[in-house]
């Protein structure tokens, strides 16, 4: 056996996603989501809701590609889970009638994994790499020169006998999709002609999501009912999808199949997802911020042990969602909270008393100087 190859330096698998938190809120896919999402996706850009500035440019890159009949630049997908970065990919394949060709950084740990899937490419191919922020190192140096050059090197035997064989490639369109944007080394990011970022989605484009899906799946759907879906969306379609799919089910059971506001309501109360698209891990840890904590400064392993959880599972699963509406808020001393987070679960915040600093809490006038 081998033992001094590189193993232990090449990245292990990385930590565990937060994929399978199993959370009705969650914006990664489960295994229903996977079966389902293949008959819910959009199969052109006419179709693809929302997101009209990364349309709008991504037509024009695609457009002007097929006009010169060649292959379209290199495209990255930038966004949260859930917003289309996979679907758009499909897309880009779809607009310009190539085949697609899937894959994921996590699958490519080794140049040699990548050297397999590229030297097999068809001309115009759209390659699909997820998540390409998690590829190892020497793919990614080998990914530079097929991008740029259409050409890898193949190395051939090992040590000092190794010998470098170039490989011209057809000229291919490579789709990256990341989360993370930031974590690319910049050749990388430098070497796509065209970067998309995807931003959340609002609630009148999430409700368009939902009588698209609810038309695709054969549903009865009011319009209040679908906007009442979609304000607990989390501005993410697939979350959208999948809450519409618990509501159909509830539908089906409690009422007569018919998706109203009030059975949309019922529906999300059963499965404690609130009006603004809480869960309970989220509003547990807003409830201890406040009623424990008076509202924090408060350490988050502090809070994590109030709630019970993982100091990993609040600061990546519940407070990521809590920053982006307001309620909670990262600062230096550790967790405070927003006036919206008082508002929200209906509690008053505690009086300041004279002699405390001025926050922004505090109002003046009420303790009779
Ligand atoms: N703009 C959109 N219009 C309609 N449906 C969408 C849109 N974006 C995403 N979806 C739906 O949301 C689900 C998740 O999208 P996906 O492309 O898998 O997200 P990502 O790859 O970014 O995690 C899919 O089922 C898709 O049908
Ligand atoms: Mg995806």
């Given at each position: 056996?081998?033992?001094?190859?590189d193993?232990?330096?090449?990245?292990?698998?990385?930590?565990?996603?937060?994929?399978?938190?199993?959370?009705?809120?969650?914006?990664?896919?489960?295994?229903?989501?996977?079966?389902?999402e293949?008959a819910l996706?959009p199969?052109?850009?006419g179709?693809?809701?929302?997101?009209?500035?990364?349309?709008?440019?991504l037509?024009?890159?695609?457009?002007?590609a097929?006009?010169?009949?060649?292959?379209?630049?290199?495209?990255l997908?930038?966004?949260?889970?859930?917003?289309?970065?996979?679907?758009?990919?499909?897309?880009?394949a779809?607009?310009?009638?190539?085949?697609?060709?899937?894959t994921?950084?996590?699958?490519i740990?080794?140049?040699?994994?990548l050297?397999?899937?590229l030297?097999?490419?068809?001309?115009?191919?759209?390659?699909?790499?997820?998540?390409?922020?998690?590829?190892?190192?020497?793919?990614?140096?080998?990914?530079?020169m097929?991008?740029?050059?259409?050409?890898?090197?193949?190395?051939?035997?090992?040590?000092?006998?190794?010998?470098?064989?170039?490989?011209?490639?057809?000229?291919?369109?490579?789709?990256?999709?990341?989360?993370?944007?930031?974590?690319?080394?910049?050749?990388?990011?430098?070497?796509?002609?065209?970067t998309?970022?995807?931003?959340?989605?609002?609630?009148a484009?999430?409700?368009?999501?939902?009588?698209?899906?609810?038309?695709?799946?054969?549903?009865?759907i009011?319009?209040?009912?679908?906007?009442?879906?979609?304000?607990?969306?989390?501005?993410?379609?697939?979350?959208?999808?999948?809450?519409?799919?618990?509501?159909?089910?509830?539908?089906?059971?409690?009422?007569?199949g018919?998706?109203?506001?009030?059975?949309?309501?019922?529906?999300?109360?059963v499965?404690?997802?609130?009006d603004?698209g809480?869960?309970r891990?989220?509003?547990?840890?807003?409830?201890?911020?406040?009623?424990?904590?008076?509202?924090?400064?408060?350490?988050?392993?502090?809070?994590?042990?109030?709630?019970?959880?993982?100091?990993e599972?609040v600061?990546?699963?519940?407070?990521?969602?809590?920053?982006r509406?307001?309620?909670l808020?990262r600062?230096?001393?550790?967790?405070?909270?927003?006036?919206?987070?008082?508002?929200?679960?209906?509690?008053t915040?505690?009086?300041?008393?004279?002699?405390?600093?001025?926050?922004?809490?505090?109002?003046?006038?009420?303790?009779?100087?």
């Amino acid at each position: 056996m081998n033992w001094d190859d590189d193993t232990d330096t090449a990245p292990g698998p990385a930590a565990a996603p937060l994929t399978a938190d199993g959370r009705i809120v969650g914006a990664s896919a489960d295994g229903e989501d996977q079966a389902v999402e293949a008959a819910l996706r959009p199969k052109s850009l006419g179709e693809f809701v929302g997101q009209e500035r990364v349309r709008e440019q991504l037509d024009l890159v695609l457009t002007a590609a097929r006009a010169r009949g060649a292959t379209a630049d290199h495209v990255l997908l930038s966004g949260a889970p859930g917003l289309g970065k996979t679907t758009l990919s499909m897309i880009i394949a779809a607009e310009m009638q190539a085949p697609i060709r899937i894959t994921s950084g996590p699958a490519i740990q080794h140049a040699g994994d990548l050297a397999a899937i590229l030297s097999s490419l068809h001309e115009g191919e759209v390659l699909f790499l997820d998540e390409i922020h998690r590829m190892s190192r020497p793919a990614e140096e080998m990914l530079y020169m097929a991008m740029e050059d259409f050409r890898v090197d193949v190395i051939v035997g090992k040590g000092p006998g190794a010998t470098a064989i170039p490989l011209e490639l057809p000229p291919f369109t490579l789709v990256g999709a990341t989360t993370r944007a930031g974590l690319l080394p910049p050749p990388l990011r430098d070497r796509f002609g065209f970067t998309a970022h995807m931003e959340f989605y609002d609630p009148a484009e999430l409700e368009r999501v939902i009588h698209r899906s609810a038309q695709l799946l054969d549903l009865e759907i009011e319009t209040a009912g679908a906007a009442e879906i979609a304000g607990r969306s989390r501005g993410t379609p697939r979350i959208a999808n999948r809450l519409l799919r618990r509501v159909r089910d509830y539908a089906q059971v409690k009422a007569d199949g018919v998706i109203t506001r009030e059975v949309a309501g019922a529906a999300l109360r059963v499965y404690e997802v609130d009006d603004r698209g809480l869960d309970r891990l989220d509003r547990a840890v807003l409830q201890a911020l406040l009623k424990l904590f008076g509202g924090g400064p408060v350490g988050l392993s502090t809070l994590a042990v109030a709630v019970g959880e993982e100091r990993e599972t609040v600061e990546e699963v519940a407070e990521p969602f809590l920053v982006r509406e307001g309620l909670l808020a990262r600062t230096p001393r550790g967790r405070v909270a927003t006036p919206a987070a008082w508002a929200h679960l209906g509690l008053t915040p505690p009086q300041q008393t004279p002699g405390q600093a001025p926050g922004q809490l505090g109002r003046p006038g009420l303790f009779g100087v």
